[in-house]
């Protein structure tokens, strides 16, 4: 079935012949030369190498060879009606390996991070229909990481993740439920999408290489905004090249709603997959007028746009000026887009300590290394290694990225390619990156690989027929990575004996209502935060409200709440030593 999705069409069999050979010392000698920079010679386990070898030889065996290409061409071309089905059945049956393969890893699958706690207050809130609340009147025992405390009550983030998780809160379910139905979507979304641009075996491989990807695992029961960012983007993408294939519409009424609820997820990832996206959508041989696609794509993102601008206005009071921009001018000065230069004379407006820490420590570092002079240091020595790094199944495939940059650029691939350049220029004008931001370039990277990978049949006699080898060697790599062959592996990002401790402890107290004063302790781990109201919309609702020990004023607190819940029992926690007492009245 031709693939109408205004891209380059595959050379003339010499050529091709060619540019395999080209991309195959690419292969040998810029592979090698990537692997050993940028993945920094990381080998893997024996087990994992063994198994790629014994693989590749299997698939190298005649009869082997040839079922192998057999079973790739039943599955190569799927109509678009068949291909949407199968990777919603991928989807499906990912969410549940997911789900399996974290019980049987014993994952925690309660909040830990910062973000997590942001996030799951702000879909309270709309749960209750409302974005923010009014401050609170003594909003500084309630400061926390990622928490707008004035003018109002609100989460910094933007409301795309809360938007999806939602709807599974009003019905009672876990939140884990959403990032990892999201997971399993966004596996079968890459599937779909490579299958449209390519063939069903390169989508098959792709879905395999993702689910085999640590940091996708790790993430996969995490309340973050990655995977929600990459899922919808991959949607935006798929439903382009579907209403370019059908000309129906509302395929593309489909892809401006993914990608404007992408843009009020992670603007910047988001807009990372905007020209491609537009390059679908507006080339000369796309269908409709281009005033009528512009119109319909309109309609889909404009809801969106909306939806922020009214959030902008409620929380900090102008349309343009985003909570996010707001928090971090207030508690993380200097943490904008561009150069402006380290001023050491900027400090937190909150005077919570852990975040005065955490600025000195993290923050300003970053921030005071953020200089043009050093970008390319810091990059191929830390961000690159941990973009590559995390977001591929196994090191070892890095030595396909060279020529896989290089067929992309003459291949469909470049759709889903596209975005890494434009990731990677956004975030050398932003000083802080953590290595799980990583995941929304997953897709682009797998589709590199295979760009390779598809190579190899482009060219002729030994090339040609080591190519269904050459997958499966993959393949043993991707699954000898998973935990429980490989027990090194673990997807737990990190343990949190502190939150975990205090649940515990919080949930079994015998009051009805009680007030708990947390009392710091620098000695602990400061990327965890027991003191987040996240299972109401406000504090004064929560059974149990946790509240910062700000020694002699906490008789302001006790006296606020003694004047509405007179029941309301009040409780020390210090976390140097893990002991809740009670206060005495």
Not at 28 to 48: R, Y
Not at 185 to 213: H, K, Q, R
Not at 266 to 294: E, K, M, N, S
Not at 551 to 563: E, W
Request: proline share 9%.
């Amino acid at each position: 079935m031709p693939h109408p999705t205004a891209t380059t069409d595959p050379p003339p069999p010499a050529q091709s012949s060619n540019l395999a050979r080209i991309g195959i010392v690419a292969l040998i000698i810029g592979g090698a030369l990537f692997w050993w920079l940028i993945g920094k010679a990381i080998p893997g386990s024996p087990l994992q190498g063994l198994a790629a070898l014994v693989a590749v030889a299997i698939g190298m065996l005649p009869p082997v060879s040839a079922s192998l290409r057999r079973w790739g061409n039943r599955v190569k071309e799927p109509t678009p009606h068949r291909a949407i089905w199968v990777a919603l059945i991928i989807s499906i049956l990912s969410a549940l390996l997911l789900y399996f393969a974290a019980r049987l890893q014993q994952r925690d699958f309660n909040l830990i991070l910062h973000d997590e706690y942001s996030y799951r207050l702000q879909t309270v809130m709309l749960s209750t229909g409302r974005l923010w609340l009014p401050a609170h009147l003594l909003p500084d025992f309630f400061d926390a990481f990622q928490l707008i405390i004035r003018p109002v009550y609100a989460s910094a983030y933007f409301p795309g993740t809360a938007l999806l998780a939602a709807p599974l809160d009003l019905m009672g379910l876990p939140y884990w439920m959403m990032p990892l139905a999201i997971s399993g979507l966004t596996v079968g979304l890459l599937y779909l999408n490579l299958t449209l641009l390519i063939d069903g075996v390169v989508g098959a491989l792709a879905a395999v290489m993702l689910m085999s990807t640590n940091l996708f695992r790790m993430l996969s029961i995490m309340l973050l905004s990655q995977t929600p960012t990459l899922a919808l983007c991959l949607t935006a993408t798929a439903a382009a090249m579907l209403w370019r294939r059908s000309n129906r519409s509302v395929w593309l009424v489909l892809s401006g709603i993914a990608i404007g609820w992408a843009g009020i997820t992670r603007p910047v990832d988001a807009c990372c997959f905007l020209p491609p996206l537009a390059f679908l959508i507006f080339a000369p041989t796309a269908p409709l007028p281009r005033a009528r696609r512009a119109v319909l794509a309109i309609l889909g993102v404009l809801p969106f746009i909306i939806f922020q601008l009214i959030f902008n206005l409620g929380v900090t009071g102008s349309l343009l000026k985003t909570p996010y921009a707001l928090y971090a001018h207030a508690d993380n000065p200097g943490l904008t887009l561009g150069f402006p230069g380290f001023d050491p004379t900027k400090r937190p407006a909150s005077d919570l300590p852990q975040k005065q820490i955490i600025y000195e420590t993290v923050v300003a570092p970053l921030v005071e290394n953020h200089r043009l002079d050093r970008v390319v240091p810091i990059w191929i020595n830390q961000r690159l290694p941990q973009l590559f790094g995390f977001a591929t199944p196994h090191p070892l495939l890095l030595w396909f990225i060279p020529a896989g940059v290089f067929f992309s650029l003459r291949a469909r691939h470049w759709v889903l390619v596209a975005p890494l350049p434009f990731f990677i220029a956004a975030y050398v004008l932003y000083p802080f990156y953590l290595p799980h931001y990583a995941l929304v370039m997953c897709a682009s990277l797998i589709a590199i690989i295979l760009a390779a990978w598809r190579a190899l049949s482009l060219g002729s006699g030994a090339m040609k027929s080591s190519s269904p080898a050459v997958a499966l060697g993959i393949i043993a790599l991707c699954v000898t990575s998973w935990p429980g062959i490989d027990f090194s592996v673990s997807d737990q990002m990190m343990d949190a004996p502190l939150l975990r401790d205090v649940d515990a402890q919080l949930d079994g107290l015998p009051d009805d209502r009680a007030l708990v004063f947390f009392r710091f302790s620098p000695d602990r781990d400061m990327n965890v935060e027991p003191v987040y109201n996240f299972q109401s919309a406000s504090p004064d609702d929560a059974r149990v409200i946790r509240a910062h020990d700000r020694g002699a004023q906490n008789i302001q607190l006790i006296d606020y709440y003694r004047n509405r819940h007179p029941d309301r029992a009040v409780y020390l926690y210090d976390e140097s030593t893990g002991r809740l007492s009670p206060v005495p009245r």
